[in-house]
């Protein structure tokens, strides 16, 4: 007996073998939910710029294009994210020293995006630290880890530091980081 509906298996089996077209229409439903899946990911984005302060602005603009109208981010949520990819490039762009900062986006899963920004320089994978009062940089990790936090998302550098990756929800309610594979 099947414990939730009471039913024996072999009721089940007979329903299940149905008719053709009925098999037909399911295997359509199945097909076209995965297409409609599949559609619900936004299109990855990918780019490299020259190693170069004023490049920060392009990253964030193509960025904010990309979560506004692809991942449909809610406003607040896109102005947080753009601080994380903005102090995640200017990291790139002012530690690296490689000719150009890649950044690339996309959605490993429905709800989820991931960034990454990869300054080319193989290092000790930086710390987020305090700035003093008066020092005129110095917070932009430690800023990054508390947006991230804010958006319920996690953070990091792969192996040997050339790369700084984030996974947020794009909304509020949106997947849980932690359960999607890095």
Do not use: K
Not at 137 to 159: C, E, I, K, P
């Amino acid at each position: 007996m099947h414990s939730s509906t009471g039913r024996t298996g072999a009721m089940s089996a007979a329903r299940l073998a149905g008719s053709g077209r009925e098999r037909d229409h399911d295997a359509f439903r199945v097909r076209h939910a995965a297409m409609e899946s599949a559609r619900a990911l936004p299109p990855p984005i990918a780019m490299s710029v020259e190693r170069r302060p004023r490049q920060v602005a392009t990253v964030r603009r193509i960025a904010a294009a990309w979560l506004r109208h692809y991942c449909r981010m809610p406003e607040e949520r896109v102005d947080q994210t753009l601080i994380v990819i903005s102090e995640l490039v200017s990291n790139a762009v002012l530690y690296g020293t490689g000719l150009s900062v890649e950044y690339r986006s996309w959605a490993p899963a429905p709800g989820l995006i991931r960034i990454e920004v990869n300054d080319q320089t193989e290092a000790e994978a930086p710390q987020p630290r305090r700035a003093g009062p008066l020092d005129e940089s110095g917070r932009g990790l430690f800023l990054v880890g508390f947006m991230v936090s804010q958006l319920n998302g996690d953070w990091g550098f792969m192996a040997g530091g050339t790369t700084a990756w984030c996974r947020l929800p794009v909304h509020p309610t949106g997947v849980d980081s932690t359960e999607v594979e890095r």
